[in-house]
Each structure stands twice: as C-alpha cells, then as structure tokens.
C-alpha cells in the first residue's frame, strides 16, 4: 500500500495527472463498471476509466462506452493468445496502468497477469474463499449458509483466489432465491468495488 502510494505521488509529479489510467474488462451488463465509472469522476476518486474492453460485442454495459465517452474494444478470444497480446498492445498504447475486472467472464493467462503484477483487480460475487466460480448465490441457498456476500480480490493465475482487499457480509433470509440474493448482493458490490480501491491507493 505505502509504494503504490509513492507511485502514485511520483506518477502526479511526472505526468500532472492525478488520476491512474484505468481499464474496465467487462462481458455483461456492467453495472460495477457504470458504478465504478460514476465513482471515478468524484474528485477523491485516485482513479480516471480510460477504457473499456470486453470479449463479446453483447455485453450490455459496452453502452456506457459511448454515454460516457469512453474508448471501448470488444477482443475476440476464440484466439486467446492473439486476443491477449493485442489487448496488451491497446493497454500498452492506452497508458493504462491499474485494471478492474467486473463480470469479465474470461479467465487471464498466468502471461498477462504477470505483466499487470498486482495492478489487476477482480469483484466476486460470494465470500471467497467460498464459492469461487459460477453459480455462487445458488451454492449458498442450497448449502443453507446463513451469509452470502461480495469479495474484491487482487487477480493471481489462480482463479477467484488472489489477497482479499475488501468483503461484504449479507444474511441470507429463509425468503432469499438466487436472483433475491443476487440483487441484494450486487448492490453491496457496488458499495465496496469503491472503497477497494480508495483502500488500495489511499
Ligand atoms: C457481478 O455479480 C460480479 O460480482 C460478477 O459478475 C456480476 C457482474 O455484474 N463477477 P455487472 O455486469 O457488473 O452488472
């Protein structure tokens, strides 16, 4: 934390920006990323989004792109290498320095990550190291946990397993089905997909 603070202090007196350039990889609706976009332009915010990439052309939130002004690519990875490395070309291009990983439904090479070491974040829908994949409210409901919840994690090769920056606890209610939980835990994503990143660079 304190040399992401150093560098981020150099980076203010080399380049006068305030801001880290940020990437948002997105797949689907992308309500983090319109929340994180909105976070990103309150003054306090240590980051600016920059652009928004995406394996698939149906992501929904690929629309806040154009309402926000903001650059966005759609990288096909039927070609995983290809899509990576030109991926890493535009982040290179971009200046992007800092990645937020919000429903991106692809998982990154040992490679890539490596390249962004420790500058790649990810939201994840449960209480990790609980419930790391897929279908994770479901798991919850049908082991009869008693919480659900919402992690933002550093990204490692290991899939959902990187350090915990930040976790949410919500109790599941005899009432909660998976789309009740779900909503009710997206919206604490939206509150601590934020505060992570307040956390990491303040
Ligand atoms: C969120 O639940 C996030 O935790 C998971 O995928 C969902 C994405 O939602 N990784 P949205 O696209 O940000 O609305």
């Keep these: ?5 150093i560098k981020l ?7 006068g920006l305030k801001k880290i ?36 052309q149906l992501a929904k939130g690929l629309k806040y792109a154009d309402q926000f002004k903001i650059k966005k690519k759609i990288f096909n ?13 535009l982040l290179t291009k971009e200046k992007i320095k800092f990645i937020c990983l919000a429903g991106f439904m692809k998982i990154l090479s040992k490679n890539f990550i490596k390249k962004f070491n420790g500058k790649i974040i990810n939201i994840h829908p449960s209480l990790l190291p609980k419930y ?8 919850a409901i049908n082991n009869k946990d008693e919480f659900a919840g919402c992690t933002v994690h550093y990204v490692t090769a290991k899939l959902d397993s990187g350090k915990t920056i930040l976790q949410k ?25 934020p505060a992570a990143i307040m956390r990491i660079f303040n």
Aim: hydrophobic share 40%; no cysteine; net charge positive.
């Design 77 to 89: 990875f039927k070609n995983f290498k290809d899509a990576e490395k030109n991926l890493l070309t």
């Design 132 to 139: 790391k994949g897929l279908n994770t409210h479901t798991r």
């Design 169 to 193: 606890k919500i109790k599941i209610t005899a009432r909660d089905n998976p789309f009740t939980l779900a909503k009710k835990v997206l919206e604490q994503e939206h509150k601590i997909y």
């Design 1 to 5: 934390m304190l040399l992401e603070k």
């Design 9 to 15: 202090s150099l980076m203010e007196k080399l380049t």
């Design 21 to 56: 350039k940020t990437a948002v990889f997105i797949s689907g609706t992308g309500s983090n990323l319109k929340n994180l976009i909105k976070f990103s332009k309150i003054k306090k915010a240590p980051i600016s989004i920059d652009l928004i990439a995406s394996n698939t």
